[in-house]
T-cell receptor, first 113, second 111 residues
Framework: DAGVTQSPTHLIKTRGQQVTLRCSPKSGHDTVSWYQQALGQGPQFIFQYYEEEERQRGNFPDRFSGHQFPNYSSELNVNALLLGDSALYLC????????????FGPGTRLTVT | GQSLEQPSEVTAVEGAIVQINCTYQTSGFYGLSWYQQHDGGAPTFLSYNALDGLEETGRFSSFLSRSDSYGYLLLQELQMKDSASYFCAVSRGGGGNKLTFGTGTQLKVEL
């Protein structure tokens, strides 16, 4: 049974560019959450998708957007990249009724230069 | 808003017991989770408390006091592989629920 997978593993972008990160949830899970983790910090909630809709959102600007597909996979898009967007982006999947136990993917390390 | 406080670092010797504390301030508290993250790895779920008291899972136990807005993770029979960062995280209810993580405690296990 495959766990949560994310692609790409690493990414280097230039300030002002746009980036798309991808996530496939653990089999059977229907909810996907995205987190940003800066070095030495805890993961910060970006947003959560369920039934192809954004269900909750954290304190992130509109430059951060997402999508969930009918097969529950998800994308995170970030526009107009800033240097401060450099971080590890984590995708986590869960059942809609048990969100406290989330299964995290290995993350995408984004570096903005 | 929500805030969680944890010690930034804890050091212990192999075979010992260590306790990592977490105090939180939040509206609409539902439960407290604990996650482990090794350097370069993904956070992995360890334990969850929705009710007051102790939950035991092998060498790991977690405690919650809702009235004190306080919880802790207890690790027994420490092993070198337990060296990692440990995060407490607050959830505010099932369905559409997000996790708010603390800043993490780096545990170093020494020989």
């Amino acid at each position: 049974d495959a766990g949560v997978t994310q692609s790409p593993t690493h990414l280097i972008k230039t300030r002002g560019q746009q980036v798309t990160l991808r996530c496939s949830p653990k089999s059977g899970h229907d909810t996907v959450s995205w987190y940003q983790q800066a070095l030495g910090q805890g993961p910060q909630f970006i947003f959560q998708y369920y039934e192809e809709e954004e269900r909750q959102r954290g304190n992130f600007p509109d430059r951060f957007s997402g999508h969930q597909f009918p097969n529950y996979s998800s994308e995170l898009n970030v526009n107009a990249l800033l240097l401060g967007d450099s971080a590890l982006y984590l995708c986590a999947s869960s059942y809609s009724t048990g969100d406290y136990e989330q299964y995290f993917g290995p993350g995408t390390r984004l570096t903005v230069t | 808003g929500q805030s969680l406080e944890q010690p930034s670092e804890v050091t212990a010797v192999e075979g010992a017991i260590v306790q990592i504390n977490c105090t939180y301030q939040t509206s609409g508290f539902y439960g407290l989770s604990w996650y482990q993250q090794h350097d370069g790895g993904a956070p992995t779920f360890l334990s969850y408390n929705a009710l007051d008291g102790l939950e035991e899972t092998g060498r790991f136990s977690s405690f919650l006091s809702r009235s004190d807005s306080y919880g802790y993770l207890l690790l027994q029979e420490l092993q070198m592989k337990d060296s990692a960062s440990y995060f407490c995280a607050v959830s505010r209810g099932g369905g559409g629920n997000k996790l708010t993580f603390g800043t993490g405690t780096q545990l170093k296990v020494e020989l």
